[in-house]
């Protein structure tokens, strides 16, 4: 978020482009000459903030911000929810090799589509529901005259790819085996962990990887 917000501060007083309701804002001085340029000069409007805002339309920093923190959300719920993990067995337990549909079986096209259908339409609905109120919240601002379309998709698209580059800083991809685990760090950062990324262990796993727990439970009797 703060990232995105640095970003669309910076877009919005480089471009300087005027908002919609910029007339409404300025309120020029009756005889103002039309169809003609002029200067901020015209304005009677006294609040400060209010008519300088009205020359940063472009992006959208409402669009920026919904994306940005909704998509995020988005984003985790996807990976928490293994939505888009097909293809990989997520009901086997303790590493022992077991396959969620049956032993030794291969679930057929029918199967595999009716699972698709029923249990992740609900979670699908789920994780889109973050984007859906982004998506409003952009369309908002266009209903409310502040911005153009060029504002509100360029703001969505600045706040979505700001939120994707952070995602994938921490989560694998969303098509990942292990999607609902973060990185545990820099290959190398900890003795225990030999993949790029790994779920966070406690004390109990920690010493059960490094030393026999059943020889150090013998040593107390």
Not at 12 to 26: F, Q
């Amino acid at each position: 978020m703060i990232l995105t917000t640095f970003l669309t501060d910076v877009v919005k007083n480089t471009v300087g482009r005027p908002r919609p309701d910029l007339l409404a804002r300025c309120q020029p001085k009756p005889g103002t000459p039309h169809d003609q340029l002029v200067s901020i000069d015209v304005c009677t409007e006294t609040a400060h903030h209010r008519l300088h805002d009205g020359w940063r339309s472009f992006p959208s920093g409402h669009s920026s911000f919904s994306f940005a923190g909704l998509g995020y959300l988005s984003l985790f719920l996807a990976g928490q929810m293994r939505i888009f993990a097909h293809g990989h067995n997520t009901g086997a337990s303790g590493g022992s090799g077991g396959v969620g549909v049956g032993e030794g079986s291969t679930p057929s096209i029918g199967e595999h589509t009716e699972k698709l259908v029923r249990g992740d339409l609900v979670r699908s609905l789920v994780c889109l529901a973050p984007l859906l109120g982004a998506t409003m919240i952009a369309i908002s601002r266009c209903q409310d005259y502040r911005h153009d379309v060029y504002d509100v998709c360029v703001g969505a698209l600045l706040g979505w790819t700001v939120t994707y580059w952070s995602y994938r800083r921490y989560w694998p991809r969303l098509s990942s085996s292990r999607c609902d685990e973060p990185y545990a760090g820099p290959p190398g950062a900890d003795d225990y962990s030999n993949n790029r990324y790994s779920r966070v262990r406690d004390e109990e796993e920690r010493v059960g990887s490094r030393h026999n727990v059943g020889y150090e439970l013998q040593t107390f009797r």
